[in-house]
């Protein structure tokens, strides 16, 4: 079963000072899944301590809707803004949130994403055509046992202009930021102090 808090499929969820704690998917999304989600928006508040197969906190992900020959898919789109994400363990992929889909978005502009766990993206998870827009925030302390420990990005798109990628640990590589067949621009922002074998900072592959 997906979304062990909350799942929110095609419509828009506001989590104003919310506390979301302690929840367990079987499948995906610890805290809250999204099937289609036209907006979840996070402020203020925490969500932590929750687990999860692949996003412990938020698993967000397109939804394909089927009707007669008419195909419609659905795309979600995550916003954080002054929440704490944090302690949450998944035992696969994305610690804190996974996000997953061509035209799908994760925007961070404040708030802090720390101490989640994961095999691979111990914090944040983008991948297959999402965008990630990091504006502000901080991104510290997450760790994964494989590679990506604060951030993992796979055939996705990521615009930095601001936030820190501080502190964060992959065993193998990417300790700060995996990416992986992305397009990646950088205007700001900080990546320091993170620790791995291979690209302690930034880890870039084709």
């Known amino acids: 079963a997906n979304g062990g808090g909350v799942f929110v499929n095609r419509a828009k969820a ?3 000072g919310t506390t979301l704690s302690g929840n367990e998917a079987k499948g995906n999304g610890g ?6 989600a036209a907006l979840i928006e996070l402020n203020k508040g925490q969500i932590s301590g929750n687990k999860a197969i692949n996003g412990a906190g938020i698993y967000a992900t397109i939804n394909t809707v089927k009707s007669g020959n ?26 804190g949130i996974l996000l997953i889909g061509e035209q799908s978005t994760l ?8 101490g989640n766990t994961a095999k691979n993206a111990g914090g944040i998870l983008v991948q297959t ?22 951030v993992y990005m796979s055939t996705a ?32 922002g900080t990546v320091s102090a993170n620790t791995a074998e291979s690209g302690a900072g930034i880890y870039i592959s084709g």
Request: aromatic content about 6%; some cysteine.
């Open 129 to 150: 055509g999402a965008t990630f827009n990091l504006k502000g925030g901080k991104i510290s302390a997450n760790n994964a046992s494989v590679g990506g420990g604060g």
């Open 70 to 95: 008419t195909e419609t898919i659905y795309y979600s789109n995550v916003n954080v803004n002054d929440i704490t994400i944090s302690g949450n363990a998944a035992a696969t992929n994305g610690g």
């Open 14 to 16: 506001y989590f104003n």
């Open 157 to 188: 798109k990521l615009n930095m202009d601001g936030g820190s990628i501080t502190g964060n640990a992959g065993k193998s590589n990417a300790g700060g930021m995996m990416l992986m067949r992305c397009q990646a621009t950088i205007k700001g």
């Open 31 to 36: 805290a809250i899944y999204g099937a289609g």
């Open 107 to 114: 925007t961070m502009a404040s708030g802090t994403i720390s």
